[in-house]
């Protein structure tokens, strides 16, 4: 535990932005900290902690950085004369900002990522710069045998049950005032490449509930938005196995990547239900270093001087066993800074995977096979055989600690 972290995103349940508190946190804990960035996240990290300062920590090797250079989503579409949507998972990319060029390099994409952004006026120059210590992905590179995360998600999308347990996951944190009834349900009728979504769901009164929270400018919940947080979830299991790190993850993410990850072993070894398991190390009294950089009482430049002085300590992470003393320990001795000590105390929650301390040529496993009898595509057998390696996906859980730490007590 903590050699490495992967960010895709932050603590937020509704959108993918970079936490920029959780981001500093993370550079305290893990020896080697790599951010995913996108179209959707870029603007938001390098304004919440200054272009220079990212460029400081991208030189000074104090994390790493890649750019996904395509976005990925649902595509939904009318099905004329029939009144039907029909909808499909899709990659795609952006042209330039003023429509001038259609094909971008990998680096104009960064370029002009964030010379859209708005609220900001960052030289071109200094963009420029930056974009030359980021490396340039696209989904494609995520690919295990040809099959990537939007294969993988389509495949999960015919699993019924999978569905059904996720959507009501997802609307349990996005509006637990509405109770799923044993008759309700949605699932998926593939038309070729496409599918359609069937769902008695009443949508109308989800987003009555849901808008209290989230502006309809925003986003409202629909079917298509539901399926959606599926394609999200195997794209966080295709980075923290791509990357073979811990991932950064908000609390319904962290959630959805377990159900999944569960379901995948249990197909493959019908004991996986008793051996895999997710627990929750909970560090009760961590100093709150992510509250005080979003609420700007920290500026980020202040928070450099004490990632500076804890790398000595990080090494204590290193190698060792997760351990609820060793963290506090950790922190009491980056606390010996005086304006760390002032900050107040609150919960921090690591979500650590376990599957029995048995690995693959322990448990007498080989080849594609199941004990249920289903198959597993190739990109699947592959995580889980990494799983059962030894590779353990752990999450570092943004979100309700609090009522983590409650759950905790009561058992």
Same mark, same amino acid.
């Given at each position: 535990?903590?050699?490495?972290?992967a960010i895709?995103?932050?603590?937020?349940?509704?959108d993918?932005n970079?936490?920029?508190?959780?981001?500093?946190?993370?550079?305290?804990?893990?020896?080697?900290?790599h951010?995913?960035?996108?179209?959707?996240?870029?603007?938001?990290?390098?304004?919440?902690?200054?272009?220079?300062?990212l460029?400081?920590?991208?030189?000074?090797?104090f994390?790493?950085?890649?750019?996904?250079?395509?976005?990925?989503?649902?595509?939904?579409?009318?099905?004329?004369?029939?009144g039907?949507?029909?909808?499909g998972?899709v990659?795609?990319?952006l042209?330039?900002?003023?429509?001038?060029?259609?094909g971008?390099?990998?680096?104009?994409?960064i370029?002009?990522?964030?010379?859209?952004?708005?609220?900001?006026?960052i030289?071109?120059?200094?963009?420029?710069?930056l974009?030359?210590?980021?490396?340039?992905?696209?989904s494609?590179?995520l690919?295990?045998d040809?099959?990537?995360?939007?294969?993988? +998600?389509?495949?999960?999308?015919?699993?019924?049950?999978?569905?059904?347990?996720?959507?009501? %996951?997802? =609307?349990?944190?996005?509006?637990?005032?509405?109770?799923?009834?044993?008759?309700?349900f949605?699932?998926?009728?593939?038309?070729g490449e496409?599918?359609?979504?069937?769902?008695?769901?009443?949508?109308?009164?989800?987003?009555?509930?849901?808008?209290?929270r989230?502006?309809?400018s925003?986003?409202?919940?629909t079917?298509?938005l539901?399926?959606?947080?599926?394609?999200?979830?195997?794209?966080?299991?295709?980075?923290?196995?791509k990357?073979?790190?811990?991932?950064?993850?908000?609390?319904?993410?962290?959630e959805?990547?377990q159900?999944?990850?569960?379901?995948?072993?249990?197909?493959?070894?019908?004991?996986?239900?008793?051996?895999?398991?997710?627990?929750d190390?909970?560090?009760?009294?961590? %100093?709150?270093i992510?509250?005080?950089?979003?609420?700007?009482?920290?500026?980020?430049?202040?928070?450099?001087?004490?990632?500076?002085?804890?790398?000595?300590?990080?090494?204590?992470?290193?190698?060792?066993?997760?351990?609820v003393?060793?963290?506090?320990?950790y922190? %009491?001795?980056?606390?010996?800074?005086?304006?760390?000590?002032?900050?107040?105390?609150?919960?921090?929650?690591?979500s650590?995977?376990?599957?029995?301390?048995?690995?693959l040529?322990?448990?007498? =496993?080989?080849?594609?096979?199941?004990?249920t009898?289903?198959?597993?595509?190739? +990109?699947?057998?592959?995580?889980?055989?990494?799983?059962?390696?030894?590779?353990?996906?752990?999450?570092?859980?943004?979100?309700?600690?609090?009522k +983590?730490?409650?759950?905790?007590?009561?058992e």
């Amino acid at each position: 535990m903590f050699e490495g972290i992967a960010i895709r995103g932050g603590q937020s349940n509704f959108d993918r932005n970079i936490d920029i508190g959780s981001f500093a946190e993370a550079l305290l804990f893990y020896q080697n900290v790599h951010i995913i960035l996108d179209r959707s996240n870029i603007s938001s990290l390098v304004i919440g902690i200054g272009i220079d300062n990212l460029r400081l920590l991208l030189d000074g090797e104090f994390c790493s950085a890649s750019f996904m250079r395509d976005n990925s989503g649902v595509h939904t579409q009318q099905i004329t004369g029939t009144g039907l949507s029909d909808h499909g998972f899709v990659s795609f990319e952006l042209g330039s900002s003023d429509g001038k060029k259609k094909g971008l390099s990998n680096r104009e994409h960064i370029i002009d990522s964030l010379l859209r952004a708005k609220n900001t006026e960052i030289p071109r120059g200094k963009i420029e710069r930056l974009s030359e210590r980021i490396t340039v992905r696209s989904s494609k590179d995520l690919s295990i045998d040809s099959i990537g995360p939007l294969q993988s +998600a389509r495949t999960d999308l015919d699993d019924t049950d999978y569905l059904r347990t996720t959507v009501a %996951k997802l =609307l349990s944190l996005w509006v637990p005032e509405y109770e799923l009834r044993p008759q309700d349900f949605i699932k998926v009728r593939s038309r070729g490449e496409r599918f359609l979504i069937d769902t008695n769901l009443d949508f109308d009164r989800l987003n009555s509930f849901y808008h209290q929270r989230v502006p309809p400018s925003h986003s409202s919940i629909t079917p298509a938005l539901l399926v959606e947080r599926v394609l999200s979830t195997r794209f966080d299991m295709a980075f923290a196995l791509k990357y073979g790190t811990d991932i950064i993850v908000s609390e319904l993410s962290s959630e959805l990547m377990q159900l999944r990850i569960k379901g995948l072993l249990e197909r493959r070894i019908s004991s996986a239900s008793n051996l895999a398991r997710f627990e929750d190390m909970i560090i009760p009294n961590t %100093k709150s270093i992510r509250e005080a950089i979003n609420s700007g009482d920290l500026v980020f430049s202040d928070f450099l001087k004490l990632l500076e002085e804890a790398q000595k300590f990080k090494q204590w992470l290193k190698n060792v066993p997760p351990d609820v003393d060793l963290v506090d320990t950790y922190y %009491k001795e980056i606390s010996k800074k005086q304006w760390v000590d002032r900050l107040p105390t609150r919960v921090s929650r690591f979500s650590l995977f376990t599957l029995g301390g048995l690995g693959l040529d322990a448990l007498g =496993l080989g080849g594609l096979g199941t004990a249920t009898g289903v198959m597993l595509s190739t +990109a699947d057998a592959f995580l889980v055989d990494r799983m059962l390696g030894g590779w353990k996906p752990n999450q570092f859980v943004e979100g309700s600690l609090m009522k +983590a730490l409650s759950r905790k007590e009561s058992e």
